[in-house]
């Protein structure tokens, strides 16, 4: 069993579709997945499975459980039988937050690539590393608009990243218009490309997505 968190101590990064994004690929591809939505106040992933399975498009191995408290989600793992669970963390500090750290393989801290952003996000690792015994967090940048890699912020952003010795993914999540429609009620990317005018689009999404749970298995992988 392999265990993701993905988190952040803010809200508005991304983070509950980046999470349902791996969930649905890693299900797609026959693995049996589990979301536990630990975001008690928004609750996206599970309104999401909630709409796929009323719109007939939810992969049929992917499950969700929600968890509001660390006990609830000791609880969903420990009696899991999901080869790949994937938590989604409500975007503040909490003990909920710091029980999934704990308790993951690996944690994806989404972040837009702003200094903004950034300063919350180094602000998160700093404290997990005085704090907490363990922490496998990997920054990722989340949202990323085609022109941004050009920009100064995004420059200033990966200049942070080094700066603070941040580990982070290789791959970055770009902001795609079919990322948008997957959240509504699609079940997959796969399912929107069966439209035969976004099936390019599919494509690129789909092989953004597979390169991030690239990058995932060779750091679980790595650290057992």
Same mark, same amino acid.
């Given at each position: ?12 990064? &991304?983070? =509950?579709?980046?999470?349902?994004? $791996?969930? @649905? ?17 928004? +609750? ?9 399975? %009323?719109?007939?498009?939810?992969? /049929? ?18 009696? @899991?039988?999901? !080869? $790949? $669970? *994937?938590?989604?963390? +409500? ?5 909920l937050l710091?029980?999934?750290?704990? =308790? @993951? ?11 903004? !952003?950034?300063? !919350? ?10 704090? *907490?015994?363990?922490? /496998?967090? %990997? ?7 085609g022109i ?14 080094r700066d ?5 993914? /290789? ?11 997957? =959240?509504?009620?699609? &079940? @997959? ?6 439209? /035969?005018?976004? =099936? !390019? ?5 789909? &092989? ?7 990058? $995932? ?8």
């Amino acid at each position: 069993m392999t265990i993701i968190a993905v988190a952040n101590s803010k809200g508005g990064v &991304g983070k =509950s579709t980046l999470c349902l994004l $791996i969930a @649905s690929e890693l299900a797609q591809n026959g693995a049996k997945v589990l979301i536990i939505d630990a975001d008690q106040k928004q +609750q996206s992933c599970l309104q999401w499975v909630n709409r796929c399975q %009323r719109a007939g498009t939810l992969p /049929p191995s992917l499950m969700v459980v929600p968890a509001n408290t660390p006990q609830d989600l000791k609880v969903a793992l420990t009696t @899991s039988n999901a !080869e $790949i $669970i *994937l938590i989604d963390v +409500q975007g503040s500090m909490n003990d909920l937050l710091i029980a999934s750290i704990v =308790s @993951s393989d690996i944690t994806l801290v989404p972040t837009k690539a702003n200094v903004m !952003e950034m300063v !919350e996000t180094v602000k998160l690792f700093e404290w997990a590393e005085n704090n *907490l015994k363990r922490a /496998p967090l %990997r920054l990722i940048l989340n949202r990323v608009e085609g022109i941004d890699t050009n920009t100064t912020a995004f420059q200033d952003a990966v200049k942070m990243i080094r700066d603070n010795r941040l580990p982070a993914l /290789p791959t970055f999540v770009r902001a795609r218009k079919v990322y948008e429609q997957f =959240s509504k009620e699609a &079940g @997959s990317l796969a399912h929107i490309g069966k439209d /035969p005018g976004k =099936s !390019e689009q599919v494509a690129k999404a789909r &092989g953004n997505i597979i390169s991030v749970i690239t990058d $995932i298995t060779r750091i679980v992988s790595d650290a057992a």
